[in-house]
T-cell receptor, first 114, second 113 residues
Framework: NAGVTQTPKFQVLKTGQSMTLQCAQD?????MSWYRQDPGMGLRLIHY???????DQGEVPNGYNVSRSTTEDFPLRLLSAAPSQTSVYFC?????????????FGPGTRLTVL | DQQVKQNSPSLSVQEGRISILNCDYT??????FLWYKKYPAEGPTFLIS?????DKNEDGRFTVFLNKSAKHLSLHIVPSQPGDSAVYFC????????????FGSGTQLTVLP
């Protein structure tokens, strides 16, 4: 199993550009989520999904869109990038999302918005 | 306002000694707590967890203690090894709401050989 994979590893955008961060898992997990990590802060939940076709907002959803058309993939879209979205983004998945389920994280995407 | 706080950004210990990492929380609704370890350029990996019905959980060299009255938990690593050098995140959630994990800011542990 590859686990949770994220592409790209690094990305530089200009303000106003759009892009999609890709996340895929091959563990047949129902629950997937996106976090961002900023210096001096913990990971903050952006959006999550409890299964294909179902998504919901986390703590910091503004400026991001998600969709879940398949169990395996959970892309994160930045519609109009802003410097405040400069961060490291982590995708995670778990079997069902229950608190006792281990969440597996991808290696992250480091995004810089100029 | 941070609901989960790790007040020590960094900690250095000698190999073989005990490492104690601390975490405080403010939200009384939290009843499940987790520790994650993160190496550079990798995602966090789950280390150990504890529910609020317990005050201690042990897994090999790692033990987590929970003091609900003080809203405080700690992670003990004994003995510490150089491979334990990483950033450790404390996280908390309400039972059944793992989708809403709240993380602390992390503590960089350095184990000196």
């Amino acid at each position: 199993n590859a686990g949770v994979t994220q592409t790209p590893k690094f990305q530089v955008l200009k303000t106003g550009q759009s892009m999609t961060l890709q996340c895929a898992q091959d563990m047949n997990h129902e629950y997937m989520s996106w976090y961002r990590q900023d210096p001096g802060m913990g990971l903050r939940l952006i959006h999550y999904s409890v299964g294909a076709g179902i998504t919901d907002q986390g703590e910091v959803p503004n400026g991001y869109n998600v969709s879940r058309s398949t169990t395996e993939d959970f892309p994160l879209r930045l519609l109009s990038a802003a410097p405040s979205q400069t961060s490291v983004y982590f995708c995670a998945s778990s079997y069902s999302g229950a608190s006792t389920d281990t969440q597996y994280f991808g290696p992250g995407t480091r995004l810089t918005v100029l | 306002d941070q609901q989960v706080k790790q007040n020590s950004p960094s900690l250095s210990v000698q190999e073989g000694r005990i490492s104690i990492l601390n975490c405080d929380y403010t939200n009384s609704m939290f009843d499940y707590f987790l520790w994650y370890k993160k190496y550079p350029a990798e995602g966090p990996t789950f280390l150990i967890s504890i529910s609020s019905i317990k005050d201690k959980n042990e897994d090999g060299r790692f033990t987590v203690f929970l003091n609900k009255s003080a809203k405080h938990l700690s992670l003990h690593i004994v003995p510490s090894q150089p491979g334990d050098s990483a950033v450790y995140f404390c996280a908390a959630c309400s039972w059944g709401s793992a989708r809403q994990l709240t993380f602390g800011s992390g503590t960089q542990l350095t184990v000196l050989p």
